[in-house]
């Protein structure tokens, strides 16, 4: 029998966490998963239903605490000895560096965005999810534009929902 796939979902107490992990357990995987969602909390989603083959975990995982993420990373160094999927949906990014400071601004980001890591085996994935990004005002004014003319195209062609016309 295959091992089952380790997949772990930050941010995982409202939103976009919640959603992609209750879409996560519901779904019957291909191969066991067993899903950890983790957030500042680590309480427990209401997941109406789980889908057999789904083992849905909950654990807690501060990103202003680094040492939620050193505890987190030695359960799971000791239950299954590496991470599969990390979907980041939870993090912080600075749009601009401080003068002076981008070193210690950019081992920052990187220090709490990317604390699993280490877990991660060579083949694994990484998903890097962020609602923030999508404000159009923090980039260049040729990616906003570009981006614009790929919605209008999208929300013209057949694709788009009739209901959002």
């Not at 976009?16 to 879409?23: D, E, L």
């Not at 005002?137 to 990616?143: A, D, I, K, S, V």
Request: hydrophobic share 40%; aromatic share 6%.
């Amino acid at each position: 029998m295959r091992p089952p796939t380790i997949a772990v979902v930050t941010g995982a107490s409202r939103g976009i966490g919640a959603a992609i992990c209750r879409s996560l357990a519901s779904a019957p995987p291909s191969v066991p998963l067993v899903l950890y969602a983790v957030s500042r909390s680590g309480s427990s989603l209401n997941i109406p239903s789980i889908a057999a083959g789904v083992s849905l975990k909950f654990d807690r995982l501060d990103l202003g605490n680094l040492e939620t993420a050193a505890a987190l990373a030695t359960r799971l160094q000791k239950e299954h000895g590496s991470i599969d999927v990390l979907i980041n949906n939870a993090g912080i990014y600075h749009y601009t560096l401080e003068e002076g400071r981008e070193e210690q601004m950019t081992k920052e980001m990187l220090d709490v965005n990317y604390p699993l890591i280490p877990m991660m085996k060579t083949g694994s994935r990484i998903v890097n999810i962020s609602s923030q990004s999508g404000n159009l005002e923090q980039f260049g004014f040729q990616l906003q534009a570009r981006s614009v003319t790929l919605k209008t195209r999208y929300s013209t062609s057949r694709l788009w929902p009739r209901s959002t016309r």
